[in-house]
């Protein structure tokens, strides 16, 4: 593996944004002078990073080189582990999967899993005529919230993944760099790096699965907190007695309206959004999501809350559309409310925004840092 200066991950993490970008807007967006890009483009081209392509015009003066990202320079795999599922991807350079699997087993028994994850990878890569060697690590998104760095205390179902230091297990067991975040934070790093969050200098993305989180972006970077813990919004409902919104609930609320689904896996494979059942529970949790994202905008003052996780996304973008903000109901002071916050509904693949996450997350912290 290639190791590239600060200055060239910086650039590297640009041109990746952009897939293909000239150097003068390089050059206009890093701050950078044209020599200090100029050189750190040469770098990136002498490590097979990226590629120099004809000139472009993007300005007055001369055409400016294009510089180009090469997708099959380096690989990630992303492992997501919940409570019912897990799931696996392959990741170009580009953000682009080039391959994916459900990797679930009984028990979800850690080093089988892992195993498996990465047994995956290297096929993927041999099927595609890819040296192993270009494969930058292994992302794991766990659910569970931290209790010391790389220690995640998760459900039940997943004892084996519990109060051990995942960062040194893993890596110790499979030999390659590893990079452990839980699952809200891994997607809302996938979804500003791969989804709709790359719109938003600040975000925060809401996670609904089996259970309830939230990942912060906070100007293009992930906020973790003291413990890695930011953005475990779960608690808020708890404490104000309110219902917590989740899918085990979506999933018992249809069941009690006659809806049959084999786990929230196939709920959220077939989900329909006329399915009886489906009002029932929105009038029950509508009234937590406007509280949770007036309070969301109230303590961050982001751009944008993005709702995501596993949530079907006809069923987010009805939530998000009835979405009532405190203050219509307060005074107007000076004929001026104060700035809105922009609603949205995620755009990866509910099943993907884990492990795309995950994969991101090795990319994050080994080339584009």
């Known amino acids: 593996m290639v190791d590239v200066s600060v200055r060239a991950r910086r650039i590297l993490g640009m041109v990746r944004q952009h897939g293909s970008v000239s150097r003068a807007i390089l050059i206009r967006e890093s701050g950078l002078s044209g020599t200090a890009v100029f050189r750190a483009t040469e770098e990136l081209e002498a490590a097979g990073l990226v590629r120099a392509g004809v000139p472009v015009v ?22 997501s582990v919940m409570t019912d599922r ?5 990741l170009d350079m580009a953000g682009q999967v080039r391959a994916r699997r459900e990797v679930t087993l009984p028990g979800m028994p850690r080093v089988a899993m892992l195993d498996a994850a990465v047994d995956f990878g290297r096929d993927a890569l041999a099927r595609l005529g890819i040296d192993r060697r270009r494969l930058r690590g292994l992302g794991v998104a766990v659910a569970g919230y931290f209790v010391d760095p790389g220690t995640v205390n998760p459900a039940p179902e997943l004892e084996e993944w519990a109060m051990i230091d995942l960062d040194d297990a893993i890596a110790r067991h499979l030999a390659m760099p590893v990079v452990v975040e839980n699952i809200a934070n891994a997607a809302a790093l996938g979804e500003r790096l791969l989804g709709i ?13 089996a259970g309830f989180g939230a990942g912060i972006v906070v100007d293009g970077a992930l906020m973790r907190g003291r413990h890695g813990n930011a953005g475990e919004i779960g608690g808020l409902f708890l404490s104000t007695g309110r219902v917590t919104p989740n899918l085990a609930t979506l999933y018992h609320c249809l069941s009690r309206h006659g809806v049959r689904c084999d786990g929230i896996s196939d709920m959220v494979a077939r989900f329909d959004p006329d399915w009886p059942g489906v009002d029932a529970w929105l009038a029950a949790h509508q009234p937590s999501f406007s509280y949770l994202f007036g309070a969301l905008r109230f303590t961050l003052d982001c751009e944008a809350v993005i709702l995501g996780g596993r949530l079907p996304r006809a069923l987010a973008q009805r939530i998000v559309d009835a979405i009532d903000w405190p203050e219509n109901h307060w005074p107007i002071r000076r004929d001026r409310r104060a700035p809105s916050t922009v609603t949205a509904v995620a755009g990866l693949d509910p099943e993907l925004s884990g492990p795309l996450g995950a994969a991101a997350l090795v990319f994050h912290r080994t080339l584009f840092d």
Not at 69 to 74: L, M
Not at 86 to 90: F, I, K, M, Q, T
Not at 197 to 209: I, M
């Open 58 to 79: 993007s300005g007055p003066g001369q055409p400016s080189t294009s510089i180009h990202i090469e997708p099959d320079a380096a690989f990630s795999l992303g492992l």
């Open 197 to 209: 969050g790359a719109r938003f200098e600040s975000f925060c993305y809401v996670n609904v699965a």
């Open 86 to 90: 897990a799931d696996v991807v392959l």
